[in-house]
């Protein structure tokens, strides 16, 4: 059987992949933030959230050790984050600046491969954090991609539906074109190998668009070539299937729905043990524990659920875990005065309440000196506190600026509606703009978007016609409306 222990409520928009280490757990979601905790009692690490990403964070993924995380974003880079100080190692960006929406670790540690929006992907010496070399498929999107347990290998799945083999050079050694019809959206390679003979075996899963889990072989022959084999197909849920992931014996497969639930199989003989469905919105991200039985799950409905799986006997044995179902939140200390207020509109008087409450009030005379109100408060950078505010401190710089951006992440779920956001920054429109994609974003975001991203459109990928934008003059009314009627 299963229990849900905790529910980890810290981000403010939905959350697309969770990660374990031996001792860490990781989430990223479209509020542009990496949140780490303590896998002990689920606490937060002291330099979480982690800020790099400029937008939508896709993926994340550990080194073996548990030493580094890997991250990538609709800002085209993977970021390499140190989990001892939570600073970035290094920026891998990614060829053509495409999106990235996926990157895996070998699990020697020793290459990681980001998958981008335009079918590119880049293979990277993990430990020189330098590009090897790049291939892709034109004229799709990468959503899926994970090492073979030799490391020698990796898969990919794409929005056209197939999955496809690639060594180390670059070489597609395998292609299953149909493998998920309307496109696979996850792919996982259980952890064991098999051999007999002159024969090699792995396990893979995956799933996608057509709502089915599926269970593969793949085998190498002797001669050296490669043959896919579907093993099962799986249907305990009812939608699109978004994410799947092995425990680490392989003995247990864990997926996540549209239909908002999460089913748990016996994977060796395709059982269905258990649907969970505590998540309000879709399942976006799922993973088990290397070293305890646990299953994390992540959702639209911006929550990480954290699942004990118990042997079935009476005593249960171990202490369990405290639950955290409400942590608290800036936002419950914030002034009543200042709740109803965006922050961009905040004097700087507001800007300095809000500084003693966050612990920085030895900043309060240098910000009131430099004038700095809700507008610019929100514009600080590295470089700005350091050359202008002349804040000499590292760290106290990066808790400002964590503090800050928790600030822009509360904009998200004060209420605001989802229409009145730009897709691209999540925060709130003041000069709404329709692109040719006919979507609706702030002009000076989607301006930035064109002239950095291939004239490709944020919201489907596909390229734009025109880079011509028009003024949303109704939604600029609609949004003055509401700010007029809080």
């Known amino acids: 059987m299963t229990s849900l222990i905790c529910t980890l409520q810290d981000h403010r928009d939905d959350v697309n992949w969770c990660a374990f280490s031996g001792k860490l757990f990781a989430t990223c979601s479209g509020d542009k933030t990496l949140r780490i905790y303590n896998t002990h009692d689920f606490s937060e690490l002291p330099f979480s959230p982690l800020t790099g990403h400029g937008y939508t964070v896709h993926c994340c993924c550990f080194s073996s050790c548990g030493q580094f995380l890997a991250s990538c974003s609709t800002d085209a880079t993977t970021l390499v ?6 600073e970035i190692e290094a920026v891998l960006e990614h060829p053509g600046r495409s999106p990235v929406r996926i990157c895996a670790l070998s699990p020697d540690s020793a290459h990681l491969v980001s998958g981008a929006s335009d079918g590119s992907l880049a293979l990277w010496d993990f430990p020189a954090k330098q590009l090897l070399r790049s291939g892709g ?20 799945g794409s929005t056209y539906g197939d999955l496809r083999l690639w ?10 074109k149909n493998a998920h019809d309307l496109g ?24 996608g668009q057509d709502s089915h889990l599926k269970i593969w072989a793949v085998n190498k022959s002797g001669c050296g070539g490669y043959k896919m084999q579907l093993l099962h197909t799986l249907t305990g849920q009812s939608a699109p299937v978004l994410c799947c992931a092995f425990s680490s014996d392989g003995q247990l497969l864990v997926s996540g729905s549209v239909d908002k639930t999460v089913a748990i199989y016996d994977a060796k003989n395709a059982i269905l043990l258990y649907t969970l469905n505590q998540h309000e919105r879709l399942v ?3 993973c088990f524990s290397p070293t305890s039985p646990l299953i994390a799950t992540g959702s639209m409905d911006k929550t990480v659920n954290i699942w004990r799986l118990e042997d079935g006997c009476s005593d249960r044995g171990g202490k369990s875990l405290p639950e955290l179902s409400a942590l608290p939140s800036s936002e ?3 002034s009543a005065g200042r709740s109803r207020l965006l922050v961009s509109d905040w004097s700087e008087g507001d800007v300095s309440a809000w500084l003693v409450e966050e612990g ?3 900043l309060v005379d240098r910000f009131r000196a430099n004038n700095i109100d809700g ?8 470089e700005t506190l350091a050359s202008e505010l002349h804040i000499e401190s590292v760290g106290l710089r990066s808790k400002l600026l964590r503090k800050v951006e928790e600030l822009k992440s509360d904009s998200v779920c004060s209420g605001i509606p989802d229409e009145f956001l730009c897709p691209i920054t999540r925060e709130l429109m003041r000069e709404p703009v329709i692109a040719a994609d006919g979507y609706s974003y702030e002009r000076e975001a989607i301006e930035s978007w064109i002239n950095t991203k291939n004239r490709s459109s944020p919201m489907t990928n596909l390229p734009l016609l025109t880079t011509l934008l028009t003024p949303n003059h109704t939604l600029k009314m609609a949004i003055g409306r509401w700010q007029t009627s809080r």
């Not at 984050?81 to 939570?86: A, D, L, R």
């Not at 060594?167 to 299953?176: K, R, S």
């Not at 996850?186 to 799933?207: E, K, M, N, Y």
């Not at 610019?376 to 950078?381: D, I, N, P, Y």
């Open 137 to 156: 498929v034109s004229d799709t999107t990468m959503v899926a991609c994970c090492f073979s347990p030799c490391s020698q290998l990796f898969m990919t």
């Open 81 to 86: 984050w140190s989990m001892s100080t939570g």
């Open 332 to 334: 419950g200390r914030t």
């Open 360 to 362: 920085l009030e030895g």
């Open 167 to 176: 060594d180390l050079d670059m070489n597609q050694l395998l292609a299953e």
């Open 184 to 207: 696979v959206t996850c792919c996982t390679f259980a952890p064991s190998i098999l051999s007999g003979g002159q024969s090699v075996q792995f396990c893979l899963a995956s799933c």
């Open 284 to 286: 976006t991200a799922c």
């Open 375 to 382: 507008t610019e408060l929100l514009s600080l950078t590295k």
